[in-house]
C-alpha cells in the first residue's frame, strides 16, 4: 500500500496554456488543441514553453505568469476539422434568415517529455 502512494506522488505534471486554454498534460497524455500557426507536419515535434505549473510529485513551482527553464515536448499525431456547428441569424416577420455552418480545426498531440 505504501508503495502504490510512492508512485502516485511521483506523478510528475504541468499545466500549459495554448490557444488561449489550459491543460494539465503528464507523459504519455494525448491532447487536442487548437491548430497552431506554426505550419507542422503530422510527426513533427511540438514544444510548448507557456507552462504555467510544474509539480515533480515532490516540489511545485508555480510560474508569474509563465516558468522559464520548463518546456513541454509533444508529436503532432493528428490534424482535423470538429463536428459542424450551424450558426444561425433569424428575423421574425421579415422573411430573413441566414444559415452557416462552421467546423473548427483541432491537433491531437501526445506528450513526450516535461523538461
Known amino acids: 500500500m505504501a508503495t502504490e502512494k510512492k508512485q502516485l506522488n511521483q506523478d510528475v505534471f504541468a499545466i500549459i496554456e495554448t490557444g488561449g486554454k489550459q491543460y494539465k498534460v503528464s507523459k504519455g497524455d494525448t491532447i487536442q488543441i487548437e491548430k497552431l500557426s506554426g505550419g507542422q507536419k503530422e510527426g513533427e515535434m511540438v514544444t510548448f ?67
Open 49 to 115: 514553453d507557456k507552462v504555467i505549473l510544474h509539480d515533480n510529485g515532490t516540489e511545485t513551482k508555480i510560474g508569474n505568469p509563465y516558468l522559464s527553464g520548463i518546456v513541454v515536448e509533444g508529436i503532432l499525431k493528428t490534424e482535423g476539422r470538429g463536428k459542424k456547428v450551424v450558426v444561425m441569424k433569424y428575423k421574425a416577420k421579415s422573411r430573413y434568415k441566414k444559415v452557416r455552418g462552421h467546423r473548427q480545426p483541432f491537433m491531437t498531440v501526445s506528450i513526450e517529455s516535461i523538461k
